[in-house]
């Protein structure tokens, strides 16, 4: 007694209907390669997006550090702090003064103007090979009315659209206003 087990499932067929169902057919590949390919196309752009935000918040991060680490040198200095004010190193020297290396260290005045280059060779990268930021430039100005100190870097950043398609801008500059 051969008795063929049939099935009502659709996934255990027997017999002639088995036999039937040879497999995908070639446009339901082609439409699975198709959805894929425009799946894997978004998650390159999603990739590129975020690596470009991600460069951007490095910048960000140095021009930071720049920033706080000029306050952080006029702070240093108080008794000199006017000598920094209207400072840019766009076009600024590079070279350090003798009292530098000095075994009796800088006068405040002197130690201004170290500071000043230092700052200066951070931002452009003198010495390093590699600029902290492309196209760096770093001013300082004073307020008397408010004694307020302004330390902004500013750096060349790749333009970003938004939702609607128009420039980002701003993105470059980063300021800190402090008092002594």
Not at 18 to 44: M, P
Not at 100 to 110: I, K, L, M
Request: proline fraction near 2%.
């Amino acid at each position: 007694m051969n008795k063929e087990r049939t099935y009502k499932h659709p996934f255990f067929k027997t017999g002639a209907s088995a036999r039937s169902q040879c497999g995908f057919t070639l446009i339901e590949i082609l439409v699975t390669v198709v959805i894929l390919a425009i799946g894997l196309l978004g998650l390159a752009g999603l990739t590129l997006e975020g690596m470009r935000n991600n460069q951007g918040a490095y910048l960000r991060t140095q021009a930071s550090i720049l920033a706080y680490d000029m306050a952080d040198r006029m702070r240093a200095n108080k008794e000199r702090a006017s000598d920094y004010a209207g400072f840019s190193t766009d076009g600024a020297a590079t070279t350090l003064p003798a009292c530098a290396t000095d075994s009796a260290g800088c006068s405040p005045a002197g130690q201004a103007t170290v500071d000043m280059v230092e700052w200066t060779r951070q931002i452009q990268g003198v010495g390093s090979g590699t600029a902290l930021l492309p196209g760096g430039v770093g001013t300082m100005q004073f307020d008397a009315g408010t004694s307020t100190f302004t330390v902004t870097v500013t750096w060349d950043e790749v333009a970003r659209e938004g939702d609607a398609g128009e420039t980002i801008s701003g993105d470059g500059s980063y300021t800190v206003r402090f008092l002594l």
